[in-house]
């Protein structure tokens, strides 16, 4: 069965910090990658997706960016964070082939301060 | 004419009772609608989808109801129970493209 790890769960980070949020699946091969951000008590906002190594679409203009150096891994990274920059970052992937059925993992939960 | 218009924001009901949450979409390419369960501090996970094709598919107490000519499609939970008490997200997306719109989220407690 595939599943989805997303590191770390937690994390305080000062202002001007750099950041790393990484995401791996097991169990399947070539998904699509995804990094969502939910800021409190608000919906599900698109950051990235990916189709594949190296292949990075962004949704909203920001101070983030993300990578995808492997097939099953995918990276969110910032040079320098931002307060406008907390708040509870999701990894999902789906399967290439089978639509739209979007799998999230336990999320990360960032407070810059 | 990506978006999905979720209501309400939050629901309040009591144990038994059927909540129903309501979705609303302008987007006629999209042609699959997943509802989404999250508990705090979790990820969202997949509760129950429908294609177009059908009016009303059913999940053991969660039904999803689809009005194609409204654009419209709904979740209803039968006999709601406290530990349903959860944030709920319904979606769209279209078929060979992998992006899903989501709706702004249901905030759902149930009392006993």
């Known amino acids: 069965s595939q599943t989805i790890h997303q590191w770390p769960a937690t994390l305080v980070q000062p202002v001007g910090s750099p950041l790393s949020l990484e995401c791996t699946v097991e169990g399947t091969s070539n998904p699509n990658l995804y990094w969502y951000r939910q800021a409190a008590g608000r919906g599900l906002q698109l950051l990235f997706y990916s189709v594949g190594i190296g292949q990075i679409s962004s949704e909203v203009p920001q101070n983030l960016s993300a990578s995808r150096p492997q097939d099953r891994q995918f990276i969110l990274s910032s040079k320098k964070l931002l307060l406008s920059d907390s708040g509870f970052y999701l990894c999902?992937?789906?399967?290439?082939?089978?639509?739209?059925?979007?799998?999230f993992g336990e999320g990360s939960w960032l407070t810059v301060v | 004419q990506q978006q999905v218009k979720q209501s309400p924001q939050s629901l309040i009901v009591q144990k038994g009772g059927i909540p129903i949450i309501n979705c609303a979409y302008e987007?006629?390419?999209?042609?699959?609608f997943p509802w989404y369960q999250q508990f705090p501090g979790k990820g969202p996970a997949l509760l129950i989808a429908i294609r177009p094709d059908v009016s009303e598919k059913k999940e053991g107490r969660f039904t999803i109801s689809f009005n194609k000519s409204a654009k419209q499609f709904s979740l209803h939970i039968m006999d709601s129970q406290p530990g349903d008490s959860a944030t709920y997200f319904c979606a769209a997306g279209t078929g060979g493209y992998q992006k899903v719109t989501f709706g702004t989220g249901t905030k759902l407690q149930v009392i006993p």
């Open positions: 987007n006629t390419a999209f042609d699959y």
């Open positions: 999902a992937w789906s399967q290439e082939s089978s639509g739209n059925t979007i799998y």
